[in-house]
């Protein structure tokens, strides 16, 4: 079975950095992306940060200049570095990784971790 497991989350100030990692645990052998979500109260979740198993990456126009997404398919483990941090970044962040076995691609989330930034 596979999990994934985000940390460092938490509460900063604006202007503020935070650096989120995720890891995966589990029979995973080919990771074709992984990600980074973002879901604030009462909002639907969205894309923040994506990264391919080739090390291209694409980012909302949001975060552009602020986060950045690095990651280690053989490691199974994703980052995401925040700087700059504002109050609407305030959100619970989700990682997720895509996976393809076979012919089949799965898409794996993990639990969730809150940041909050305050003004």
């Known amino acids: 079975q596979v999990r994934l497991v985000e940390s460092g989350g938490g509460l900063v100030q604006a202007g503020g950095s935070l650096r989120l990692s995720c890891a995966a645990s589990?029979?995973?052998?080919?990771?074709?992306?992984m990600a980074w979500h973002r879901q604030a109260p009462g909002k639907e979740r969205e894309l923040v940060a994506t990264?391919?198993?080739?090390?291209?990456?694409n980012y909302a126009d949001s975060v552009k200049g602020r986060f950045t997404i690095s990651g280690d398919s053989a490691k199974r483990t994703v980052y995401l570095q925040m700087n700059n941090l504002q109050p609407e970044d305030t959100a619970v962040y989700y990682c997720?990784?895509?996976?393809?076995?076979?012919?089949?691609?799965?898409?794996?989330w993990g639990q969730g971790t809150q940041v909050t930034v305050s003004s």
């Open positions: 997720n990784f895509s996976v393809v076995v076979g012919t089949q691609l799965y898409i794996y």
């Open positions: 589990g029979s995973i052998f080919s990771i074709n992306a």
């Open positions: 990264i391919t198993s080739g090390g291209s990456t």
